[in-house]
């Protein structure tokens, strides 16, 4: 079945320490998301990506980096710059823009501190 | 610029009742709306979706929703809650192509 890959389920990190989130999708869209979702909150945008080797800043995307080599994969590094990581990071894909097209989301990660 | 407001944090209904989850948009232009649904730990699946054909959406697991101009509200409603039903609710709305704005989300309970 085509969908949406995270992992892992649960990270942990370390004060100082850079960790990075994996997200692989087979369903042959152009576009990839990050999302960080905070409880009581919305989804918000960190870096979306609509095209290989292509990819701009969200609303939130200090302490963050990403980069797009493959169009399967968006893998998105928590910096030891962002001081307060601990959320559900959530990564999305969708055919091509979203304003038509409905995106589609993984299982997401959950990133605590240590 | 786009904003969503969800305005109830938390619904509570019995199993067989009307479920009804309201959403009101700001919006520059003619949006997209949807709504999506999550479940605990899970991510977000789609509903419905809203973008200028008929007003009133027909989704997925019997909810549908009214998009109505005038009020600049896209209400969801379910005619029969079911105890799966139980999650977190996201009315979303869209203008350009890749940027989506949220909803802080609708928590719903079923009681049996």
């Known amino acids: 079945d085509g969908g949406i890959t995270q992992s892992p389920k649960y990270l942990f990190r370390k004060e100082g320490q850079n960790v990075t989130l994996s997200c692989e999708q087979n369903l042959n869209h152009d576009a990839m998301y990050w999302y960080r979702q905070d409880p009581g909150q919305g989804l918000r945008l960190i870096y979306y990506s609509q095209i290989v080797n292509d990819f701009q800043k969200g609303d939130i995307a200090e302490g963050y980096s990403v980069s797009r080599e493959k169009k399967e994969s968006f893998p998105l590094t928590v910096t030891s710059a962002q001081k307060n990581p601990t959320a559900f990071y959530l990564c999305a894909s969708s055919k091509q823009g979203a304003s038509n097209q409905p995106q589609h989301f993984g299982d997401g990660t959950r990133l605590s501190i240590l | 610029a786009q904003s969503v407001t969800q305005l109830d944090s938390h619904v509570s209904v019995s199993e067989g009742t009307p479920v009804l989850l309201r959403c009101n948009y700001s919006s520059s232009y003619s949006p997209s709306l949807f709504w999506y649904v999550q479940h605990p730990n899970k991510g977000l699946q789609l509903l419905l979706k809203?973008?200028?054909?008929?007003?009133l959406v027909k989704g997925i697991n019997g909810f549908e929703a009214e998009f109505k101009k005038s009020e600049t509200s896209f209400h969801l409603t379910k005619p029969s809650a079911h105890m799966s039903d139980a999650a977190e609710y996201f009315c979303?709305?869209?203008?350009?192509?890749?940027?989506?704005?949220f909803g802080a989300g609708t928590t719903v309970t079923v009681r049996a």
């Open positions: 809203y973008t200028s054909a008929a007003t």
């Open positions: 979303v709305v869209s203008e350009n192509d890749y940027k989506l704005s």
